[in-house]
């Protein structure tokens, strides 16, 4: 699998994040990448790093947004967007790190959500 710099969703990823006043997101710890030859079904994924970074090693907490370029690429633009804000939505008020699951006991990422996000955004 190949990586490439997403600067153009890292845009993206920025203006999503003040006009959805996503307070707790950092958009300089967020980094974007294009993949190539994935072997997933996703169209894009987010990656955090532990706790154990930043305790251990003095790393301030990251995370990574990776579109799958074969699957993404194919998607309208509103799609994009959803895809993007569901991604975000894995991140915790915390912003320590971690990732938030699908579904926990205060939140659920679906996109019965992210379309409630969406409809907020205009």
């Keep these: 699998m190949q990586y490439k710099l997403a600067p153009e969703i890292k845009r993206q990823i920025r203006v999503l994040v003040k006009e959805l006043n996503f307070t707790h997101i950092k958009s300089s710890q967020i ?41 993404f690429d194919k998607l309208s633009e509103r799609e994009k967007i959803k895809t993007l804000i569901h991604e975000l939505m894995h991140i915790p008020k915390t912003f320590s790190g971690a990732l938030l699951s699908h579904r926990g006991p205060h939140h659920e ?6 379309e409630k996000i969406l409809r907020n955004l205009k």
Excluded at 46 to 71: C, D, H, T
Excluded at 109 to 114: F, K, L, M, P, S
């Design 109 to 114: 990422i679906n996109d019965r959500e992210v």
């Design 31 to 71: 980094h974007c990448i294009r993949s190539f030859d994935a072997k997933t079904r996703a169209y894009a994924r987010i990656w955090g790093m532990s706790r154990l970074f930043k305790e251990v090693a003095g790393l301030e907490p990251n995370y990574i947004i990776e579109v799958i370029a074969q699957r």
